[in-house]
């Protein structure tokens, strides 16, 4: 049930509240809930422009992608995120496919915000979904482009920022326990990419776990109702808060790039597995039993503090549910600006484009596009200098 704040109540309640009656511009902007901002209520500002009740009949697509980049074991298609009675719906279904070389089993939906955010609060309701194991709710910020970078306080380059404000039902292996979670133990972690030496590395939970990992034991199960999830991010810590109360805190190292607020339905165990540091699907396990399966969104809200200088409502672009596209360059000089640096896939498309039209090649996006997925190793959307050396030597070499 969605809420908003109280007008406060004083001698002219009447008339002020027959002038909101009358004009549907001065709506009551929501509060958090909890007392989130009890210490400091004067200096946070509701961000409309970010936040949705999913009101409408259709997805918001000037505000939210929902036909973005593959990633992972499962593909996104836009008709599996859709909106319907004041909720937003990411849906996972069934559905044999070929995505490059690889052959998989399950589609689902996603909504990532075109614009970014970098501190503030986020608040999302959220019900989870019924199908457990098999797929994770997840309401999460993460920085996307090899162009983002942030010299940490200890030295370090961020590469990569990504908050899991949840990720419900992942069901993962407990190292201490010696078993699979259960569906009551919510993550809330940190993940980053750090460039060390002209390499990327990643620093996860499972490595880090005393700067990226927070297992919450829920005393309720997240597939039955909805629950409200939050993060508070600032300059100094990363703040978790579940149905308005503090779970977890982490001090903030490295999570100071802009950040797109994005919801997502992802796969699981048994449909996939981690093998040689990266996620394969296991399409042996593929069923239909159990899906289609749904997240649901009551809102997404956000808030941000007036008194913090942060990298806020910064568009990359809005195209009416279009893949977001880096601007390039074309010819050599895009050649030799990126060649030995990280790269999206929309840039080592356009570079591959490039050389091929040089070269008098007839074009073959899909064949190009099939070899980025085959360089990204690591799945995390950006082919670096290291993949590519590493991807080329080996075609060079089975050409001997």
């Known amino acids: 049930m969605k809420t908003i704040s109280p007008i406060a109540s004083h001698s002219l309640f009447a008339p002020i509240l027959l002038l909101l009656m009358a004009s549907p511009l001065m709506a009551l902007e929501p509060s958090p809930v909890g007392e989130i901002f009890q210490n400091s209520p004067g200096d946070w500002e509701f961000v409309s422009n970010q936040s949705d009740e999913f009101d409408s009949d259709q997805v918001d697509t000037a505000k939210w992608n929902i036909n973005t980049e593959d990633l992972g074991t499962w593909s996104w298609e836009p008709e599996n995120t859709f909106q319907l009675d004041g909720i937003m719906h990411l849906r ?25 955010a970098t501190y503030g609060y986020f608040e999302a309701r959220v019900k989870g979904c ?41 069901g993962e292996y407990n190292d201490t326990t010696k078993q699979n979670n259960g569906v009551d133990i919510i993550d809330c972690n940190l993940h980053a990419v750090l460039i060390r030496d002209g390499k990327r590395q990643w620093i996860r939970p499972g490595t880090h776990p005393e700067t990226n990992k927070n297992e919450y034991h829920a005393s309720f199960d997240p597939r039955k109702d909805f629950h409200v999830y939050g993060v508070e991010n600032n300059k100094d810590f990363v703040i ?22 994005t919801l997502s339905l992802g796969l699981r165990r048994p449909f996939e597995t981690y093998k040689n540091g990266g996620r394969e699907a296991v399409l042996e396990n593929t069923t239909r039993e159990g899906f289609p399966t749904e997240m649901l969104v009551d809102y997404v809200r956000v808030w941000r503090n007036k008194n913090t200088i942060a990298e806020s409502s910064t568009p990359n672009k809005q195209s009416n549910g279009s893949k977001v596209k880096t601007k390039t360059r074309s010819g050599n000089q895009l050649d030799n600006e990126v060649a ?61």
Request: hydrophobic share 35%; glycine share 6%; charged share 25%.
């Open 340 to 400: 030995g640096h990280s790269m999206s896939k929309s840039q080592f498309v356009a570079m591959e484009k490039a050389k091929w039209e040089s070269n008098g090649w007839p074009w073959n996006r899909e064949k190009v596009e099939s070899n980025f997925e085959e360089i990204d190793v690591n799945n995390d959307g950006v082919a670096s200098g290291i993949e590519r050396q590493k991807w080329f030597a080996k075609k060079k070499a089975s050409l001997k």
């Open 130 to 170: 019924d199908l457990f194991p098999g797929a994770s709710p997840a309401f999460w910020l993460h920085s996307k482009g090899p162009e983002n970078r942030f010299m940490a306080t200890d030295g370090e380059t961020v590469a990569y920022s990504e908050i899991d404000v949840i990720e419900l039902q992942q």
């Open 240 to 261: 978790w808060y579940i149905d308005g109360k503090e779970v977890a805190r982490k001090p903030n190292l490295y999570w100071h790039l802009p950040m797109h607020i």
């Open 92 to 116: 996972m279904v069934q559905e044999d496919h070929q995505r490059g070389n690889n052959k998989l089993a399950y589609k689902s939906g996603i909504a990532r915000q075109y614009t970014t």
